[in-house]
């Protein structure tokens, strides 16, 4: 993929996607059960250009464990009673909003 920096595209088109509502930042921060590849999402915070912010907890499909934990303070208990991330309206969101940017 060619991937080009903003200040490396024409002002005419950085006004052209801000017209027609295309994000062109995102400011994504995540936590989640661990470090592992099999690990999963249990918070998604993020903020567009716009202004819009969205900081959710999500109950992941293993328990986190205690060294994230730690880190980032989220429990087990604070999840339990919250939806599942994937297949949520959040989920199709920030998939889309990503695609937007690249």
């Not at 059960?33 to 999963?40: M, N, P, S, V």
């Not at 969205?54 to 880190?71: R, T, Y």
Request: charged residues 25%; glycine residues 4%.
């Amino acid at each position: 993929m060619n991937h080009q920096h903003p200040s490396d595209i024409p002002k005419n088109r950085l006004n052209q996607k801000r017209r027609i509502g295309a994000t062109l930042f995102i400011f994504l921060d995540t936590e989640t059960t661990g470090t592992e590849k099999d690990d999963r999402l249990c918070q998604l915070a993020y903020k567009l250009e716009t202004g819009e912010i969205v900081n959710k907890l999500f109950k992941p499909p293993l328990p986190i464990a205690i060294e994230p934990m730690c880190v980032h303070h989220i429990t087990n208990e604070m999840v339990e009673n919250k939806p599942a991330f994937k297949g949520r309206q959040d989920h199709q969101k920030l998939a889309g909003l990503l695609l937007s940017i690249i």
